[in-house]
């Protein structure tokens, strides 16, 4: 079966340092991963994804994320935190071409001035 | 750019009333889904559709009912509302393309409450 881990919770950072939120998967089979952002009342936005192409994938406004396929990680990145990254952000799995998404239980990021 | 409607926004409502949450898209995609998202929790899938006239049940059980009569909408429907009913229901739909079905595209989400 496949599931998802966001290993943080809640992580702060200051306004220009960098962001690294964790999430590890688990999948049998060969999965394609997202990041989606929810800004508050707002529906989820597609942050970036990996459909087995490049492990290195680079998203909007500035993410990018790491496939490691030896450490079952999908770590999201960004260099330098602006006041307008502060959102929650779920990792998500999809097993196959047609499955439907798992998600993971989200992490909220606050960024501080 | 890709649309995808939910109305209302907000619904406060009393214990055994009928209502149905409206979920439309522009983009002729043919999945659509509804998720239900509790405050600070992950989203659980309680319906999706292929298409016209195809409805399936998610990973989470759900008393909701759904009918997928045009492509465009997808409506939600709870035949007598509850409190444990109360959460954010959020709807979204992806295109089927290459093979594959592309990123799920989401609605702005229907925050109901149940007295």
């Known amino acids: 079966a496949q599931s998802v881990t966001q290993l943080d919770s809640h992580v702060s950072v200051s306004e220009g340092t960098p962001v690294l939120l964790r999430c590890n998967y688990s999948?049998?089979?060969?999965?394609?991963l997202f990041w989606y952002v929810q800004h508050p009342n707002k529906g989820l936005q597609l942050l970036l994804k990996?459909?087995?192409?490049?492990?290195l994938v680079k998203g909007i406004n500035g993410f990018e994320a790491e496939f490691k396929k030896s450490e079952t990680s999908f770590h999201l990145t960004k260099p330098s935190a602006h006041m307008s990254d502060a959102a929650e952000y779920f990792c998500?799995?999809?097993?196959?071409?047609?499955?439907?998404?798992?998600f993971g239980k989200g992490t909220k990021l606050s960024v501080k001035p | 750019e890709a649309d995808i409607y939910q109305t209302p926004r907000y619904l406060v409502i009393g214990t055994g009333k009928k209502i149905t949450l409206e979920c439309s898209q522009t983009?002729?995609?043919?999945?659509m889904y509804w998720y239900q998202q509790d405050p600070g929790m992950e989203l659980h899938l309680i319906h999706y559709s292929y298409g016209v006239n195809s409805t399936e049940k998610g990973d989470l059980s759900s008393e909701s009912t759904v009918s997928r009569i045009r492509t465009e909408h997808f409506p939600l429907t709870l035949e007598s509302a509850r409190p444990s009913h109360t959460s954010q229901y959020l709807c979204a739909s992806s295109e089927f393309w290459g093979g594959t079905y592309n990123e799920q595209f989401f609605g702005p989400g229907t925050r109901l409450t149940v007295l």
């Open positions: 999948s049998s089979y060969s999965p394609s």
């Open positions: 998500v799995v999809r097993e196959g071409s047609q499955g439907n998404l798992i």
């Open positions: 983009m002729g995609h043919d999945k």
């Open positions: 990996y459909t087995s192409a490049a492990t």
